[in-house]
């Protein structure tokens, strides 16, 4: 079935700090792909998508660009704050709005 | 609009008892859905409804019961709890059910089961 598979945290920064969340996925067709953000005690939140290959999708100084042939949707982003600090899921859908959730990153960053 | 809403946000259970999570949305969303999120699984779809009076299965369903009388509403009841079912529960809406609506979570529900 449909999975997704993102890095190991804990990821611990500097505030300006660059940071890269990996994420790879594995489908056997055309899924959908997004980030969602979880900041302490509250639901998920969604943070950006993208839905064919090449799109990139981006929010509040995130990106993250669908890459088909590295089956890869890599979450950035160029200089993070304290706010930041949150857990962060990659996930997909396919042809159905059922969602399939990585294992979830938490990010951490010190001022 | 308030959202997702979701209560209780804590709930200690001794096995073998049974409760009721509530879900409620007011934003006329069809589809509703029910995760439980574990260390280091992310989040597991446990039950769907793509309407009033539709229910279906998800990854994890063994244990919950759910029910869709209303459009807003949609319960998960544990009937007899274990100590597998401690989790964080979270309830989720879309607009239509579409696989690229954006969905709405809810700020969950942490139960512990003795």
């Known amino acids: 079935g449909d999975s997704v598979t993102q890095m190991e945290g804990p990821v611990t920064l500097s505030e300006e700090a660059f940071l890269t969340i990996n994420c790879t996925y594995t489908?056997?067709?055309?899924?959908?792909l997004f980030w969602y953000v979880q900041y302490p005690g509250e639901g998920l939140q969604l943070l950006l998508k993208?839905?064919?290959?090449?799109d990139k999708g981006s929010n509040k100084g995130f990106e993250a660009t669908y890459r088909k042939e590295t089956t890869s949707f890599h979450l950035e982003k160029g200089s993070v704050q304290v706010s930041d600090s949150a857990v962060y899921f990659c996930a997909l859908t396919q042809g159905s709005p059922q969602l399939s959730f990585g294992a979830g990153t938490t990010v951490t960053v010190r001022a | 609009n308030a959202g997702v809403t979701q209560t209780p946000k804590f709930q200690v259970l001794k096995t073998g008892q049974s409760m009721t999570l509530q879900c409620a949305q007011d934003?006329?969303?069809?589809?509703m859905s029910w995760y439980r999120q574990d260390p280091g699984m992310g989040l597991r779809l446990i039950h769907y409804?793509?309407?009033?009076?539709?229910?279906d299965q998800g990854e994890v369903p063994n244990g919950y019961n759910v029910s869709r009388s209303t459009t807003e509403d949609f319960p998960l009841r544990l009937l007899s709890a274990a100590p597998s079912q401690t989790s964080v529960y979270f309830c989720?809406?879309?607009?239509?059910?579409?696989?690229?609506?954006?969905?709405?979570f809810g700020p969950g529900t942490r139960l512990t089961v003795l």
């Open positions: 409804s793509v309407g009033a009076g539709i229910t």
């Open positions: 993208a839905t064919k290959a090449d």
């Open positions: 489908a056997t067709g055309y899924p959908s």
């Open positions: 934003m006329n969303h069809e589809y």
């Open positions: 989720a809406s879309s607009y239509s059910g579409g696989e690229f609506d954006e969905q709405f």
